[in-house]
């Protein structure tokens, strides 16, 4: 049975109009957004905003907080992550059967990178400090693949009526420098912030975020990579109260960023410039913490991410020219809790946990097929060891329970978007990540 048998009433432009989400990543992720920074933060689960237990933790999630982690603190790390994503998709045939298929991502180990450093003049109300840390990004790379619906051949590229998306392969970095300041207002009170920039790369085929090639109704590649720079700035408290209770509060402004702005080439060889416009959300965090109990420490996040307020994630659907104008992403509540324990002089261990709600609905999935950010569930767990007077290495590691969307696969109109009756894209994720910091620290904690 031919593929035009298969698949019969999908047509051109119609059946290939699957989206790539630039800015969903397929990693373990609330959306896009990493939950930690670092090695030792990504041990503790990444509640932060109230327990600075180190330099990179306390620059990325809450800027009042750098006065308490030493006097000096110079942190260096990578992080390893791996994620594993399928993509399966189904269609009716004309005799009554079903053609369906899934294909494995091949992408392959993202590394994420890692800096800090915050310094507090002994017996001074004041820290300052300045962090370079990767905060989100994707990677998918899909092999085109016949015996699946959603990656067989664009239409156009093949002359048959119907067809799929082809390959497709994505990646999007962003790493973000964060100066900060922070002032003791008095001795249970700080305040702190600064201002974040961040770089941001992204490389994207096919592009579905632009009109589809006019002579052959192919979506071109932006292959090549567009890079832009964004800016925003950061706020934070924290109280250090009696009986070892912490409280802190911070917001981190919505990145904005200039355009991407890919060179293309249309079908004929003939240049094309593609365009698309995104955000990094804002994001409001709250904290609690616990030192009371020897050696011991707790702690406790919720963060509020602004998807849903954030160029880039609108509404999903399609325009009146075939391109896609929005995924669709919700604003999502992140929840994370941690523990730490000082075995030894020279050992500590943490362990931690986070969930988030969904960020893409199931009815959203065909709009998000290239980078599910569907992760909704992580442990964690690591441990430092004290090497000489100075130095802290630490091990660290998380996993991403498995998740799963699935909903039918649209066509555009003109006008919208139509239900395809009887299709279906679903998309699962799980990831595994592990990290190793090194940091030089001088002084205690205060």
Not at 136 to 165: E, L, S
Not at 311 to 329: I, P
Request: net charge negative.
């Amino acid at each position: 049975m031919n593929i035009r048998h298969r698949v019969g009433g999908m047509t051109g432009v119609m059946t290939t109009a699957l989206v790539l989400a630039m800015a969903a990543p397929a990693q373990a992720q609330t959306g896009h957004v990493l939950p930690s920074a670092g090695a030792t933060n990504m041990s503790f689960g990444g509640a932060s905003t109230a327990a600075p237990v180190d330099a990179a933790g306390a620059l990325q999630w809450n800027p009042a907080t750098i006065g308490e982690v030493a006097e000096v603190e110079f942190t260096l790390g990578m992080e390893l992550f791996v994620p594993k994503t399928e993509i399966a998709s189904s269609v009716p045939t004309q005799t009554g059967g079903t053609f369906a298929g899934s294909t494995q991502s091949d992408f392959g180990v993202s590394p994420i990178p890692t800096f800090g450093i915050v310094h507090r003049p002994r017996n001074a109300r004041w820290a300052v400090g300045v962090g370079a840390i990767g905060i989100g990004g994707f990677g998918v790379d899909y092999p085109a693949d016949p015996n699946n619906p959603i990656t067989m051949p664009q239409a156009g590229r093949t002359g048959q009526p119907v067809g799929g998306f082809g390959s497709i392969y994505s990646s999007y970095q962003l790493l973000q420098l964060s100066p900060a300041f922070a002032y003791k207002l008095s001795d249970w009170l700080w305040v702190g912030g600064g201002p974040a920039i961040t770089w941001a790369s992204l490389s994207v085929s096919p592009f579905p975020a632009a009109p589809p090639d006019s002579s052959t109704s192919v979506y071109n590649s932006a292959s090549h990579a567009a890079t832009s720079f964004g800016g925003g700035f950061q706020v934070g408290m924290y109280a250090p109260l009696d009986f070892g209770l912490g409280i802190g509060a911070s917001y981190k402004s919505t990145q904005w960023f200039g355009s991407f702005d890919f060179n293309a080439e249309n079908d004929l060889g003939e240049a094309r410039t593609l365009t698309f416009d995104l955000d990094y959300p804002a994001i409001t965090s709250f904290g609690l913490s616990y030192s009371g109990l020897d050696r011991f420490l707790f702690a406790a996040d919720a963060r509020y991410i602004q998807f849903a307020d954030t160029d880039g994630f609108q509404e999903a659907g399609f325009g009146e020219q075939y391109q896609v104008t929005g995924f669709g992403w919700k604003n999502a509540w992140l929840f994370a809790a941690g523990a730490q324990y000082v075995a030894l002089d020279w050992l500590t261990l943490r362990i931690g946990d986070s969930w988030n709600s969904q960020v893409i609905d199931n009815q959203d999935s065909f709009f998000n097929v290239a980078a599910p950010g569907i992760i909704q569930h992580q442990i964690y767990g690591g441990a430092s060891f004290g090497v000489g007077d100075h130095f802290v290495l630490t091990l660290a590691a998380r996993h991403g329970f498995e998740n799963s969307i699935a909903d039918p696969m649209y066509m555009p109109t003109g006008t919208g978007e139509q239900v395809m009756a009887g299709t279906e894209v679903k998309s699962t994720l799980s990831t595994t990540s592990v990290a190793l910091n090194l940091a030089w620290r001088l002084g205690a904690r205060k």
